[in-house]
C-alpha cells in the first residue's frame, strides 16, 4: 500500500487564517505566519495556503503572504493556491518558496496559459483543484462554479487538462460539506472514474473515514482544514492512529 500524505489546508482570507464552513461562513482564526508555524512542527506532510479572496477579486496571488512565509523558512513543503492567472505568476509563486502551485479558474478560462505553466515549471508542480458535487436525482457528478455561484457540468478544458496529464494531482473538494463534521461525500469518488492521483478535501472527519477513503488506490492524500483547530495534537492523534498509513509519523515536540 502507496503511503498517503496528511495536508493541512490554511484557508486566508484578508490577511488573517480563517475557519471556513462551505466557503460562506468564516470565523478568524490567528495570523498565517503563526499558524503555518505550528503545522510546520507538527508534521504535516504539506502545507497548503489557499488565498481564497484573490481570484473572485482578480487580485492576483498573494506575494506578500508568500514573502512572510519564505522568512519563516518552514521545512515543510508549501502549496500555494489563490490568483494565479498566468505563467508569470506561476513562476514567481515557486520562485517565492512554494513547491507546487493549485489552479482552477486558470483552467476554466485559458487552458493554453495552464500548458505553458506544465510545460515550464513541469506537471509535477501542479495541482488542478475541482469542487465537486453529487446529484442524486439525475446520478451524474457536478461543478460548484463559485464565481457564478451554480452547479453545472465538469467543464471541458478540466476534461482536456485531465487527458493531456497537465498536472500533477487533482484536488477534489466536496464543497457541500467544507468545513462541516458530516464526512466526505463518498458517491464523488464512486462518479469520479478517472484514474489519476487525488486529494480529498472537505468534511473528512472520524479514524473509520480517514481508513475508508485510504482504500482508494488513487487517493494520494487527505486534505484537513477546520478539524486541525477543533482539538489539540490533531495532527498528531490522526497520524499515530495511522502510522503505516502516512508518510510521515507523528511529532509531538
Sequence with gaps: ?????FIANVIVKKNIVVQSIEYKK????GTPESIIKNLDR???DEILVNSIDRSINNLGPDFDLLHKIQKIKIQTPLVYAGGISSNKEA???IQLGADRIVVETLVDNDLTELIKISETLGSQSVIISMPLSVNKKKNKILFYDYKENKEKEIPDNFLKAI???LFSE??????KNQGLKKGFESNILKHFTYNVPLILYGGI???KEIKK?????????LGFGNTLNYAEHAIQNIKSCFSKEFSRGANYK
Design 1 to 5: 500500500m502507496f503511503k498517503k500524505r
Design 26 to 29: 468564516f470565523l478568524p482564526v
Design 42 to 44: 507538527w508534521s504535516a
Design 91 to 93: 513562476q514567481k509563486t
Design 163 to 165: 487527458e493531456k496529464k
Design 170 to 175: 487533482l484536488l477534489i473538494i466536496d464543497y
Design 205 to 207: 472527519n472520524g479514524y
Design 213 to 221: 477513503l485510504s482504500k482508494d488506490k488513487r487517493v494520494a492524500a
